[in-house]
């Protein structure tokens, strides 16, 4: 091997160590998995407005190879509902392409510039954009979904299940062809975290604030995975707590904990150099894809 082919090859394994090094210690890390993103296994477009504010802004992710009406996956990325960028999520549009979905990764606003109510108003603009765009990048408009990992599971969560958000745009949760939620928070009251307490109005935080406020045998296909040991979001109150309810009403829903994962790794395993870690991505694609479930 020469030197050239050497150094590539010691550069790649060093950046998988401190990403795996930095996701299993409670880090997103989410520099070090994009620097191992296949660029040639996607195509699309970056920095694409779906709104007037400078964060309007989504990535698109479209399979190189395949035919028009792909299912189509918009993913809001967590951090509080304080920090975030979707540069930073380049591997999950990857990992999403790469398996013939074409992927949108969205910006919205951030608090403490704003709050609850227009975090969701943005995230229901960019689904606006999904569905009125899908077809232009190959992707089905009866086939858009959400997806969201911690804060942006939240979002996901009360865009599928609260019809406030989506009915100024004329559209309604029942229009999705499914949502994912992936270590979101979905039952939080009372608010003990400092910046969610500013993001959420605490002590002022309606009770229709939560997700699990909105279960109804109406709520479209969910798909709620989490890390069965998550220290940063409760599994138990949240994931299989709103499962149960999802699963009460009579709405179809899956859940499913993970061992050997955390809070930021239970995402970091859609990276197809950490698929090891958990079958997180494999649960992703069969439920987008409309396949049995591994």
């Known amino acids: 091997m020469d030197d050239a082919h050497e150094v590539a090859g010691v550069t790649r394994r060093?950046?998988?160590?401190?990403?795996?090094?930095?996701?299993?210690?409670?880090?997103?890390?989410?520099g070090a998995l994009d620097a191992l993103v296949a660029r040639d296994s996607y195509g699309g477009a970056e920095g694409v407005?779906?709104?007037?504010?400078?964060?309007?802004?989504?990535?698109?992710f479209k399979p190189v190879t395949g035919s028009a009406g792909a299912p189509v996956v918009l993913f809001f990325y967590g951090g509080n509902w304080t920090f975030g960028a979707r540069s930073g999520y380049r591997f999950v549009g990857e990992a999403l392409a790469a398996n013939g979905i074409v992927a949108l990764v969205a910006d919205y606003r951030l608090s403490p510039e704003v709050r609850w109510p227009d975090i969701l108003r943005d995230c229901a603009l960019a689904a606006k954009w999904a569905f009125d765009h899908a077809a232009e990048w190959g992707g089905d408009p009866a086939r858009v979904h959400l997806m969201g990992h911690s804060a942006g599971g939240y979002n996901a969560a009360m865009l599928a299940l609260d019809g406030r958000w989506l009915a100024p745009h004329g559209l309604a949760p029942?229009?999705?062809?499914?949502?994912?939620g992936i270590a979101g928070p979905y039952e939080f009251l009372p608010i003990t975290d400092p910046p969610s307490r500013v993001a959420f109005d605490w002590p002022d935080t309606p009770a229709d604030s939560q997700p699990v406020f909105h279960v109804s045998a109406a709520a479209p296909r969910s798909l709620l995975l989490a890390a069965a040991r998550d220290e940063t979001v409760n599994p138990q109150r949240n994931t299989v707590g709103l499962g149960k309810r999802l699963q009460a009403a009579g709405a179809p829903v899956r859940v499913k904990?993970?061992?050997?994962?955390?809070?930021?790794?239970?995402?970091?395993?859609?990276?197809?150099p950490l698929n090891w870690l958990a079958?997180?991505?494999?649960?992703?694609?069969?439920?987008?894809?409309?396949?049995?479930?591994?």
């Open 14 to 30: 060093s950046g998988l160590f401190a990403a795996l090094g930095a996701l299993l210690s409670g880090c997103s890390a989410t």
């Open 49 to 60: 407005p779906y709104g007037p504010h400078p964060r309007h802004k989504l990535d698109i």
């Open 174 to 180: 029942q229009r999705l062809a499914g949502w994912i």
């Open 257 to 272: 904990l993970f061992d050997r994962v955390g809070h930021a790794s239970v995402l970091g395993a859609v990276a197809r």
């Open 279 to 294: 079958p997180v991505l494999p649960e992703v694609l069969a439920f987008v894809q409309g396949r049995a479930h591994p």
